[in-house]
């Protein structure tokens, strides 16, 4: 009988600790096709896990903005969102604005991104960078810096999975 109760008890146990989810950093990308990310942040949607912006995340890797849930969606003192108005190639082979693509793309940002980029004239060819304290008074820190910054030099740095691993466990508590 306490076999069959320990048992009970584990699964239960189990089966209330719920799903894990994971952690996606994002860094160094510099965006691409719109419709690429689009169907790239449908699944990281779907999957539940949290992203950390650590770098530079430019064009069309800002969907991220507008595809994840604001409450999975933190940024390090590292994090710079890059944007501008969507573009095709002419007939020249040269950038030519496409107007319903930057709709498209703007249509999908949060309304605090909205107004910052309105702020400053829209999106246009030119990039427009979001950092620092404006950022960081948009979303949620990641705490890694700070993380980093605690390790003894001796010790040096945690593998970068290590960190994101732990990182993960203070985001969702």
Request: hydrophobic share 40%; glycine share 10%; aromatic share 6%.
């Given at each position: 009988?306490?076999?069959?109760?320990?048992?009970?008890?584990?699964?239960?146990?189990?089966?209330?600790?719920?799903?894990?989810?994971?952690?996606?950093?994002?860094?160094?990308?510099?965006?691409?096709?719109?419709?690429?990310?689009?169907?790239?942040?449908?699944?990281?949607?779907?999957?539940?896990?949290?992203?950390?912006?650590?770098?530079?995340?430019?064009?069309?890797c800002t969907i991220v903005l507008g595809a994840i849930p604001h409450d999975r969606i933190c940024v390090t003192s590292h994090a710079t969102l890059g944007f501008h108005?969507?573009?095709?190639?002419?007939?020249?082979?040269?950038?030519?604005?496409?107007?319903?693509?930057?709709?498209?793309?703007?249509?999908?940002?949060?309304?605090?991104?909205?107004?910052?980029?309105?702020?400053?004239?829209?999106?246009?060819?030119?990039?427009?960078?979001?950092?620092?304290?404006?950022?960081?008074?948009?979303?949620?820190?990641?705490?890694?810096?700070?993380?980093?910054?605690?390790?003894?030099?001796?010790?040096?740095?945690?593998?970068?999975?290590?960190?994101?691993?732990?990182?993960?466990?203070?985001?969702?508590?």
């Amino acid at each position: 009988m306490k076999l069959l109760t320990g048992l009970l008890t584990a699964v239960v146990l189990i089966a209330c600790m719920g799903a894990s989810h994971a952690v996606v950093r994002i860094a160094d990308d510099r965006g691409g096709r719109i419709g690429t990310y689009v169907d790239k942040y449908q699944d990281l949607r779907q999957s539940g896990d949290t992203v950390i912006i650590d770098g530079l995340c430019a064009s069309a890797c800002t969907i991220v903005l507008g595809a994840i849930p604001h409450d999975r969606i933190c940024v390090t003192s590292h994090a710079t969102l890059g944007f501008h108005a969507a573009w095709d190639f002419g007939t020249n082979g040269r950038a030519v604005t496409n107007a319903e693509a930057t709709q498209m793309l703007y249509a999908m940002y949060p309304s605090q991104v909205k107004r910052w980029i309105n702020q400053r004239g829209g999106l246009t060819p030119h990039m427009l960078f979001l950092k620092g304290r404006q950022l960081q008074s948009m979303y949620k820190p990641c705490y890694l810096d700070a993380q980093a910054s605690a390790l003894k030099p001796s010790r040096g740095s945690l593998p970068q999975a290590e960190q994101l691993e732990s990182a993960r466990g203070q985001l969702l508590h």
